[in-house]
């Protein structure tokens, strides 16, 4: 990826891009008077505003330029996952909202607490912490690789750069302001892309039809695969067929929006139940929306380039340094940075909240009162940011940790949703049983993970499917014991 050629202009658009976005996160957040208001937004903000903000929260720089290249160099077929994570997304509404909003809950974790004591609580919140760290300096460093390659400067300071711009309105604003900034960087990142893909069509002789005449022949634009093809050892070892995405991706999603508080934060800082159920509803939708977008750029990368010898993941960088003008590029960048900035200040405040109110809070919360558990509560946004770009860099150093470190989260989710499902569906399950349950989950997914048995769209159901037998099968016995 030689040969980049950022000009002035496009460094003043991006340098404008981060100070504004800055400032917009600032005064959106507004004034916070206690803990609550800073971790719940004051349970104020509208529910289409937290939709756009799931989006981007889970949309990391790594989606914006991977997505692209899987359809360069394959077809369509990751659609068939974007559906499952609707069909997900609806269980998650109807199934785990109402849970949740029947206390007052102020993590995805309190519901554990409620349900099995204090100990599963603090157990899924640490689990959590690690696994958001861990996965989230992942996508840090990958941010940067593509920002530091495009505007010539080491990946440190562009690591840095994006932390510091998150950092400053998570930590003054809040939830609230990391939400309405999340859904202006929405926008423009999916604007980057639909731009990207204006100038494609541009360039190709005879736009769309040039698309439609040069892909046709490799089948690009196949969206169904059932996978069958292979037998049962080759249904399950391909990610993007019509069950395994279907089904992976509603379980995925089930994990991620229902248990995992990056997520579940935002739901929580909706007005009501029925607020919650529209956001993660329409968030769904958007998705689809969106991943159809990033795919439909690869394929008219692939029209563009015709087959060349360049990973997956330059394919899209490769056309915005080298084929846009002045300007256009400068845009498209802070449309990379966008999508970095939202998975960044979300993760700071959902791993802030989590500390605070999971495991400060009920051990040493009733010394303190309210003002001063807010200022401890920035003081753990502060701690988090440096632990992320830490966290950033040490995977720098291990590249070859990368992939695994981008699987973390599936190593802990199958474990997390298994508890979450046992406390819904097993009333008699004990706290004893649904520890045991998650921490045989997160091994069982450790030892599917690295043996590489199946796809990754398979995962976190097999976590579940252990934790449930395991957490189900300690209930049944324990009932034997008392009789």
């Known amino acids: ?40 937004g004051s349970k104020v903000v509208p529910w289409w505003a937290v939709c756009f903000s799931i989006v981007a929260a889970e949309t990391s720089t790594l989606t914006f330029i991977s997505i692209p290249g899987l359809a360069y160099l394959a077809n369509l077929n990751f659609l068939q ?27 995805a974790y309190t519901y554990l607490e409620n349900r099995f004591g204090g100990k599963t609580r603090s157990f899924a919140s640490v689990v959590f912490l690690f696994t958001r760290t861990a996965a989230d300096g992942v996508r840090l460093f990958a941010t940067a690789i593509p920002l530091y390659l495009m505007i010539d400067i080491h990946f440190i300071p562009a690591i840095i750069i994006i932390a510091v711009v998150a950092l400053i309105y998570t930590y003054t604003g809040g939830v609230r302001g990391v939400i309405w900034v999340d859904m202006i960087q929405m926008f423009i990142y999916l604007g980057g892309a639909v731009l990207a893909g204006i100038f494609i069509l541009n360039y190709l002789p005879d736009g769309w039809n040039s698309v439609v005449a040069a892909v046709s022949a490799d089948n690009k634009f196949n969206m169904i695969n059932f996978g069958f093809e292979g037998g049962i050892a ?25 248990t995992d508080q990056l997520i579940v934060q935002r739901l929580l800082a909706t007005k009501n139940l029925r607020s919650g159920q529209k956001a993660i509803i329409g968030s769904g939708v958007i998705v689809i929306i969106q991943f159809a977008v990033f795919l439909i750029v690869g394929v008219m990368l692939y029209a563009f380039f015709g087959k060349i010898d360049a990973k ?9 340094i080298n084929h846009l003008p002045v300007g256009v590029t400068g845009i498209i960048v802070a449309g990379l940075f966008a999508a970095a900035l939202s998975t960044l200040a979300g993760s700071m405040s959902s791993l802030s909240s989590s500390t605070m109110l999971d495991l400060y809070q009920p051990f040493f919360g009733k010394l303190h009162d309210e003002k001063k558990q807010l200022r401890i509560s920035r003081m753990f946004t502060v701690m988090w940011a440096v632990l992320l770009v830490g966290s950033a860099i040490f995977f720098s150093e291990a590249r070859s940790v990368v992939e695994l470190a981008l699987s973390i989260a599936s190593f802990t989710y199958g474990g997390l949703l298994g508890t979450f499902l046992l406390g819904l569906l097993v009333k008699k399950a004990r706290q004893e049983d649904a520890l045991a349950g998650f921490v045989a989950g997160i091994f069982i997914m450790i030892t599917v993970i690295s043996l590489k048995l199946v796809a990754w769209t398979w995962f976190t159901l097999m976590g579940v499917t252990a934790t449930l037998l395991i957490g189900g099968f300690l209930t049944i016995l324990s009932d034997k014991e008392k009789d």
């Open 81 to 107: 996952v974007t559906f499952g994570y609707l069909i997900g997304r609806i269980i998650v509404a109807f199934v785990f909202l109402p849970a949740y909003y029947k206390g007052e809950l102020k993590t």
């Open 312 to 320: 997956a993941d330059e394919i899209f960088p490769l056309f915005i």
């Open 234 to 258: 080759g249904f399950f070892s391909q990610p993007y067929t019509l069950i395994g995405g279907i089904i992976g991706g509603a379980f995925l999603s089930m994990a991620s929006h229902g």
């Open 1 to 40: 990826m030689e040969g980049h050629t950022v000009n002035l202009i496009d460094y003043i658009i991006i340098a404008a891009y981060l100070i504004a976005i800055a400032a917009f996160g600032i005064i959106s957040g507004g004034k916070q008077k206690t803990v609550s208001d800073y971790f719940l």
